[in-house]
């Protein structure tokens, strides 16, 4: 079984500040991990997402997440925040095999960014 | 990169109507494609799996005679809310697996049933 917690539903930081979004999993099989940005009315756009490899995996706009197996977490951080980056985000994580194909969502963090 | 599209982006239809949600893979093979709805401020829930040219599996407590999913082509499955009420309202999102089961993402479709 499969599983994604987002510790806090609402995030604010101070523009330029870091950014800090966290996410811890559990699953029973290697898993992929996903972080994605939500915007008002619109889908899905993946930051960056974890497979095999590196565990420090950069992203778009500037955002990186670590995957840290002995403390099964994903964390999201940015160092400076921008006005821009203020939306819903999104962990996720699924099973690595090939029919590992159902994404868990973690029931997201709003991150506002104060000027 | 690979794109999904939906259509329509946004709908509003009258309670016991019936609407239908396209969501296609532009430019690659989709032979699953996954339909998920989200409520306000809340998560992504999966509805369905979709699979090319075979009944689509449900989750648990989603009616399969309400939510209609027709998987016709490597391209394209459509979503039908059947008898729409004010409650399914919400806005809902497909997916699709490509070859090397990558998934991307569709932009979602916002459904308002008066």
């Known amino acids: 079984a499969q599983s994604v917690t987002q510790l806090g539903s609402h995030v604010s930081v101070s523009e330029g500040a870091l950014v800090l979004l966290r996410c811890n999993y559990s699953s029973s099989v290697p898993p992929y991990l996903f972080w994605y940005v939500q915007y008002p009315n619109q889908g899905l756009q993946l930051l960056l997402k974890?497979?095999?490899?590196?565990?420090l995996v950069k992203g778009i706009n500037g955002f990186e997440a670590e995957f840290k197996k002995s403390e099964t977490s994903f964390h999201l951080t940015k160092p400076s925040a921008h006005m821009s980056d203020a939306a819903e985000y999104f962990c996720?994580?699924?099973?690595?095999?090939?029919?590992?194909?159902?994404?868990?969502f973690g029931t997201g963090t709003s991150l506002t960014v104060i000027p | 990169g690979a794109v999904v599209s939906q259509h329509p982006s946004w709908v509003i239809c009258k309670s016991g109507t019936s609407v239908k949600i396209e969501c296609r893979s532009l430019d690659f093979q989709a032979t699953t494609m996954f339909w998920y709805r989200q409520f306000p401020k809340q998560s992504l829930m999966l509805m369905a799996t979709s699979n090319e040219g075979s009944k689509a599996t449900y989750e648990q407590g989603v009616e399969k005679d309400k939510f209609l999913i027709n998987h016709a082509s490597l391209t394209l499955s459509t979503l039908t809310v059947t008898s729409a009420h004010p409650e399914d309202s919400s806005f809902y999102i497909c997916?699709?697996?490509?070859?090397?089961?990558?998934?991307?993402f569709g932009p979602g479709t916002r459904l308002t049933v008066t």
């Open positions: 997916s699709a697996r490509d070859t090397i089961h990558e998934q991307y």
């Open positions: 996720a994580v699924r099973g690595g095999a090939p029919t590992g194909n159902q994404f868990y």
């Open positions: 974890y497979t095999t490899g590196a565990t």
